[in-house]
Structure formats: C-alpha cells, structure tokens
C-alpha cells in the first residue's frame, strides 16, 4: 500500500489566506509513526494563525480526510471570530 499522502513531506503555499503543511514524523518505530498536518490561516490584519493536527500513519484516507475537515472547519470559525471582532462586528 502506497503510504506517501502520509509520509512525504509537503510545503505550506505561500501569500494565501489558507495553506496547510504535512511533516512526517522523525522515527520509524511503533510510537513515532505520526505525521504532523499544520493548518495556516490569515485574519484580515495579515496575522498568520497555525493548528496542528497528529495523525498515525495506520488511519485510513477517509477517517484522515474527515479529521481534517472538522479540525479545519473548527480553526477557521476561530480566525472568523477574530475578524468579526478586528471589524467590529459582534456585539
């Protein structure tokens, strides 16, 4: 089974107002066979906000895509607040 959506290592891409990164884990061994998904995400002053997200390496591509949606969908209501209050917006 090809492993490389897991393993390989991908870049953030840059001037966007959402990128992601995936960094493998260091080790090779039962506890260290992780990778890293980091979510990045400007507010409207620019500021850049990070998530992190550990996924094992045994999780199939469905239970990973929908743990990315969720923590996705989560961060991004979080950064919305923020430039609802950077707008003055709420109440």
């Not at 891409?13 to 960094?23: E, G, M, T």
């Not at 990778?35 to 591509?61: A, F």
């Not at 996705?72 to 209050?85: Q, T």
Request: a positive charge; proline letters at 5%; hydrophobic letters at 35%.
């Amino acid at each position: 089974m090809k492993t490389g959506h897991i393993t390989g290592r991908r870049h953030p891409a840059k001037s966007r107002r959402f990128s992601w990164a995936r960094v493998p884990g260091p080790g090779d061994s039962e506890f260290t066979r992780f990778t890293t998904w980091r979510l990045y995400r400007r507010d409207v002053t620019r500021r850049l906000h990070n998530c992190q997200l550990l996924i094992g390496h045994g999780w199939p591509r469905q239970r990973i895509a929908a743990e990315l949606r969720r923590v996705r969908n989560e961060f991004r209501d979080a950064v919305d607040a923020l430039d609802f209050k950077h707008l003055g917006l709420t109440p």
